[in-house]
C-alpha cells in the first residue's frame, strides 16, 4: 500500500485541459508520460523517475497523460510505444521515445541543467517541435488550406539530407541521435523511417561505385529501416552541408574517434560500413539526394529528376 501511494505520489495524472495548463505553468521540468488507455503509464521507468526525483529535489516534476482524454494529444493516439515529453516554461524542450532508462536519466539530467541556466542566468531556453509529429500536421494543414497544387515545401533555407543508417536503428539508437542533432542547434524539417531499395542505394552511392566496399554497403543500406532527415540551420547564418559534415565526423570510424571523438561516428559507429549516420558531401550532392529521397522539398539546379525514373526501374 505505501508503495502504491508513492507512485500515485510521484506522477500527476492530467486528464483535463486545466490540469494541462496548470502542468505548463510549473516552474521546472516536467516530464509527462503519453500513453494509450489499453495499455496504461510506462511502470517499468517509475523507481527510475523515484530514484531521480529524490537526488534533484523540488525542480522536477512527473505526470502521466492518456492520449484520448486530452486533445492537444490527438496525434500522440494509436502510437505504439511509450511517448515522454518534457515540458519547461510551458514549452517542449525534448521528446523521448520508449522506455529507454538510460536515455530517460541522461535527458532528465541535462534538460534540468539547462533549465537551471534558463532561470539563473537568463539563457535563451532551448524549445523544439516534435519531429516526428510536425511535418505531418504542416502537410495536413496544407493540403486543407492550398490544395494539391501547393504542396511543395519551399527550401529558402540551406538544407541538406542526413540518414540514421540501419545499424544505428537496429540498435536503438534513433532518439538518442536526433536529441543530439537537436542539442546541436540544427532544425529537423522531414523525419521518416524507410526501408531503402537496393536501386536507391546505388543511386546514392553512386560515386563509390568503383570502391571494393560499394556492394557491402548497398546491402547493409537497403537490410533494415532508415531514418531519413531534412535539416538546417535555423538562422541560415552558416552553410549546414559541412556543418553536418563537422558534426558527423569522418567516414572511416578510427579516424572519426581519433580526430573527432565528439562527432556522431566516434561515437555510434563501429566497423565500415556501420558508422551509423550519412551525410552529403557537398551542396551539388545534398541537392540531388534531397530531390530524390523528397520530391516536394524542390530544389533548382538539382539533376535528380533526370535520373530518378531511370534508376528506380532499375
Known amino acids: 500500500m505505501v508503495s502504491k501511494k508513492k507512485e500515485i505520489g510521484l506522477q500527476v495524472n492530467i486528464n483535463n485541459q486545466e490540469l494541462w495548463e496548470e502542468m505548463l505553468s510549473s516552474k521546472g521540468l516536467t516530464v509527462v508520460d503519453v500513453y494509450q488507455s489499453w495499455c496504461g503509464p510506462c511502470k517499468p521507468v517509475v523507481s527510475l523517475f523515484r530514484k531521480i526525483k529524490l537526488e534533484v529535489g523540488n525542480d522536477l516534476h512527473f505526470a502521466t497523460a492518456e492520449a484520448d482524454s486530452l486533445d492537444v494529444l490527438e496525434k500522440y493516439r494509436g502510437k505504439c510505444e511509450p511517448t515522454f515529453l ?26 534540468l541543467e539547462a533549465e537551471n541556466k534558463v532561470l539563473e542566468q537568463g539563457i535563451e531556453r532551448k524549445v523544439i517541435k516534435d519531429a516526428a509529429l510536425s511535418i505531418e500536421e504542416e ?46 542547434g540544427f532544425e529537423i524539417l522531414a523525419n521518416e523511417e524507410r526501408i531503402m531499395t537496393e536501386s536507391e542505394m546505388r543511386y546514392l552511392y553512386q560515386k563509390r561505385s568503383e570502391e571494393e566496399i560499394f556492394e557491402k554497403l548497398v546491402k547493409h543500406m537497403s537490410n533494415g529501416p532508415c531514418q531519413l532527415l531534412v535539416i538546417s540551420w535555423p538562422e541560415n547564418d552558416k552553410d549546414v552541408v559541412a556543418a553536418w559534415r563537422d558534426f558527423i565526423g569522418p567516414s572511416d570510424i578510427e579516424v572519426a574517434k581519433r580526430e573527432n571523438p565528439e562527432s556522431l561516428r566516434a561515437q555510434y559507429g563501429t566497423i565500415m560500413p556501420f558508422n551509423a549516420v550519412h551525410g552529403s558531401e557537398n551542396r551539388e550532392q545534398a541537392n540531388r539526394e534531397l530531390e530524390f529521397f523528397f520530391p516536394n522539398f524542390k530544389i533548382s539546379g538539382s539533376d535528380a529528376d533526370k535520373v530518378l525514373g531511370e534508376e528506380i526501374l532499375q
Open 86 to 111: 518534457f515540458y519547461a516554461g510551458g514549452e517542449l524542450v525534448a521528446v523521448v521515445r520508449g522506455a529507454n532508462g538510460p536515455l530517460l536519466h541522461k535527458t532528465i539530467l541535462d534538460q
Open 139 to 184: 502537410s495536413v494543414s496544407q493540403d486543407q488550406e492550398y490544395g494539391e497544387e501547393d504542396e511543395v515545401v519551399s527550401l529558402e533555407k540551406s538544407c541538406t539530407l542526413a540518414i540514421i543508417k540501419p545499424d544505428a536503428v537496429a540498435h536503438g539508437k534513433v532518439d538518442e541521435i536526433i536529441l543530439k542533432i537537436q542539442e546541436a
